[in-house]
């Protein structure tokens, strides 16, 4: 059942048109499934990248569960592979792991890719495997750290034509700066991001810079303002139907209603919030989707 990976569209699930393949890729996720079962028991060859080609379909259509796994068969065959191939699965490892939760293999895909860093000649694999080492620099505590890996993927990622991680990257960079107290330039980062995915339609990126947003009002001790963007984020993640966002939604509300005085509703939206994290497959204290981890 080989297919060809020169037809599958690598980009343009990262810009203009991407709702379009998002529902074709659909359509076919049964042949989908079914190819890559084949290369597994077949040709592992072509498998990397097509996991790198397919990671945002996945991602968007809620089967980063099933994709974790057929990474994970994969990876005891990484160090058989070149470089390249080697770190298209690592990569793909690492962000796949960080959306399941599994801290203990996303750290350890990331820090088996960062050696290949020089290795690594396609700008755009270099610039996201830049962004996935950031997002799991938090999970031993590293916030500085994770900061300026975003900011550098941020850097290389501009001077690409990929409107969908520069955005990820710009929002990544924006919720890392609210983390560590730099609020003014955090709010620049979240309102670009925000003002890109409207650009290119980018709808669950949209509504997941508004609940940033929203949490970065509350956090400054405004809450009327957090209010009206975190109402507008969750209309936009029911609209598109974005669990994972709804649940980040969800979460930012809960920290709403306790800051505002009412710790019951606060313990019932925050209950809720984590049903829906459960039941997406979202790591505990990170709600993620299109990686992007929420500190």
């Given at each position: 059942?080989p297919i060809?990976?020169?037809?599958?569209?690598?980009?343009?699930?990262?810009?203009?048109?991407?709702?379009?393949?998002?529902e074709?890729?659909?359509a076919?996720?049964?042949?989908?499934?079914?190819?890559?079962g084949?290369?597994l028991?077949?040709?592992?060859?072509?498998?990397?990248?097509?996991?790198?080609?397919?990671?945002l379909f996945?991602?968007?259509?809620?089967?980063?569960?099933?994709?974790h796994?057929?990474v994970?068969?994969?990876l005891?065959?990484?160090?058989?592979?070149?470089?390249?191939?080697?770190?298209?699965l690592?990569?793909?490892?690492?962000v796949?792991?960080?959306?399941?939760?599994?801290?203990a293999?996303?750290?350890?895909?990331?820090?088996?890719?960062?050696?290949?860093?020089?290795?690594?000649?396609?700008?755009?694999?270099h610039?996201?495997?830049?962004?996935?080492?950031?997002?799991?620099?938090p999970?031993?505590?590293?916030f500085?750290?994770?900061?300026?890996g975003?900011?550098?993927?941020?850097?290389?990622?501009r001077?690409?034509?990929?409107?969908?991680?520069?955005?990820?990257?710009?929002?990544?960079?924006g919720d890392?700066?609210m983390?560590?107290?730099?609020?003014d330039i955090?709010?620049?980062h979240?309102?670009e991001?925000?003002?890109l995915?409207?650009?290119?339609d980018?709808?669950?990126?949209?509504?997941?810079?508004?609940?940033?947003?929203?949490?970065?009002a509350?956090?400054?001790?405004?809450?009327?303002?957090?209010?009206?963007l975190?109402?507008a984020?969750?209309?936009?993640s029911?609209t598109?139907?974005?669990?994972?966002?709804?649940?980040?939604?969800?979460?930012?509300?809960?920290r709403?209603a306790?800051?505002?005085?009412?710790?019951?509703?606060a313990?019932?939206?925050?209950?809720?919030?984590?049903?829906?994290?459960?039941?997406?497959?979202?790591?505990?204290?990170?709600?993620?989707?299109?990686?992007?981890?929420?500190?």
């Amino acid at each position: 059942m080989p297919i060809t990976t020169g037809r599958w569209p690598s980009g343009r699930l990262r810009g203009v048109g991407h709702r379009e393949w998002a529902e074709r890729l659909q359509a076919e996720a049964g042949n989908l499934a079914a190819a890559l079962g084949w290369y597994l028991g077949h040709d592992t060859g072509p498998l990397p990248h097509l996991f790198r080609v397919l990671w945002l379909f996945w991602e968007l259509r809620d089967h980063m569960g099933e994709a974790h796994a057929w990474v994970e068969q994969l990876l005891p065959a990484a160090d058989s592979l070149n470089p390249p191939a080697r770190a298209e699965l690592l990569w793909a490892s690492a962000v796949a792991a960080i959306e399941v939760g599994d801290d203990a293999a996303a750290l350890a895909a990331s820090q088996r890719l960062a050696p290949l860093l020089v290795e690594i000649d396609d700008p755009h694999l270099h610039a996201v495997s830049q962004l996935a080492m950031a997002w799991t620099s938090p999970i031993v505590g590293d916030f500085d750290g994770a900061l300026r890996g975003a900011l550098v993927s941020l850097e290389e990622l501009r001077d690409q034509d990929e409107p969908y991680w520069t955005a990820v990257a710009v929002l990544s960079a924006g919720d890392l700066e609210m983390a560590v107290g730099r609020h003014d330039i955090a709010q620049r980062h979240l309102r670009e991001a925000r003002d890109l995915a409207e650009r290119f339609d980018f709808a669950w990126l949209a509504a997941w810079s508004r609940v940033q947003l929203g949490t970065l009002a509350l956090v400054r001790g405004r809450l009327d303002e957090a209010l009206a963007l975190l109402d507008a984020a969750l209309g936009l993640s029911l609209t598109v139907r974005s669990t994972l966002n709804v649940s980040l939604s969800l979460a930012a509300f809960a920290r709403l209603a306790f800051v505002a005085g009412d710790p019951e509703r606060a313990v019932l939206l925050a209950g809720a919030s984590e049903g829906l994290r459960r039941g997406s497959a979202c790591g505990p204290g990170r709600c993620c989707g299109g990686g992007r981890p929420s500190w």
